[in-house]
């Protein structure tokens, strides 16, 4: 069953595409019409390509990895962040650090540089720090939190990038191919397809397109960290079962064990009984 429907697409303006001047030809494929200058998206394949997309993010998700969610236009920053803060994903809704993919080990060093500067102020180092050091530390604090944002928790390479707009996060994309990483990005009718992994034909300028498909990913993502718990769990359950299976596997040894040593005691005494009778019996 599909995760959206024509008439969902519809409402939300996932089918309205730039001025017919301004397409891209690479994007014929997905175009139904043109309709007062405007090129009309196939919602028919927008579907599709939804459920593919979705169906990746969702198995990323259940393998335990990360997708990286690039979303720095004004429209969609907010909708981005509010949405994927709580599945757990990184995110960047502000200035795309250059590098941040292809040169990720001095990413890495900011973040540890933020991450001392927070050790900082919790353990009183802060408060011996003159007035003015104070201020440059809460300034460089402010700084490095508005460019990392969410990806300060990202220990490693994402395995997928989710782009809202492909043409404004251009570098964030070529790190990606660089780099081999799968990008899924919604694509609008001025685009180039050609460098995305999953193309999801669509609006990329409306806030309620953008929505709409940001909460399609965002609950593929939450099917798959459920399907991952659910299968831990069921592997902890069977690792306990077999655990005490063994467990009373030995005690059914150790009981056997007993009762052989009581039998082998009870017929030493019959034994005994037997040569005392039969010596009574000589007399």
Not at 144 to 159: F, H, Q, V, W, Y
Request: with cysteine; proline share 4%; hydrophobic share 40%.
């Amino acid at each position: 069953m599909s995760r959206t429907n024509f008439q969902e697409l519809l409402e939300a303006g996932v089918h309205f595409g730039h001025l017919k001047r301004k397409w891209n030809p690479k994007m014929a494929p997905y175009i139904f019409m043109e309709k007062n200058g405007i090129h009309i998206i196939d919602l028919h394949k927008t579907v599709a390509k939804i459920d593919e997309a979705a169906a990746a993010v969702k198995q990323i998700a259940k393998s335990g990895r990360k997708i990286l969610f690039v979303a720095t236009k004004k429209q969609a920053k907010d909708i981005v962040a509010e949405r994927i803060k709580s599945t757990n994903m990184p995110y960047v809704t502000e200035r795309w650090p250059g590098g941040m993919l292809t040169n990720f080990p001095t990413i890495r060093k900011a973040v540890k540089k933020m991450n001392s500067i927070d050790k900082m102020m919790t353990d009183g180092t802060f408060d011996t720090l003159s007035k003015r050091e104070k201020l440059q530390i809460q300034r460089q604090r402010a700084k490095l939190e508005k460019n990392l944002g969410s990806i300060a928790n990202m220990n490693r390479l994402p395995s997928a990038l989710f782009v809202v707009d492909v043409q404004k996060e251009y570098i964030a994309v070529r790190e990606a191919n660089r780099l081999n990483i799968p990008v899924i990005a919604m694509v609008d009718t001025c685009c180039d397809p050609t460098p995305i992994d999953f193309v999801i034909p669509a609006n990329d300028d409306a806030s309620k397109s953008i929505a709409l498909i940001v909460d399609i990913m965002a609950k593929a993502i939450e099917e798959g960290l459920a399907e991952r718990k659910a299968e831990k769990e069921k592997t902890q359950t069977v690792d306990q079962d077999k655990e005490g299976g063994k467990t009373k596997a030995r005690k059914a040894k150790k009981d056997d064990e007993a009762v052989e040593e009581v039998a082998e005691e009870d017929d030493d005494v019959a034994m005994q009984d037997d040569s005392a009778s039969a010596e009574e019996n000589k007399e």
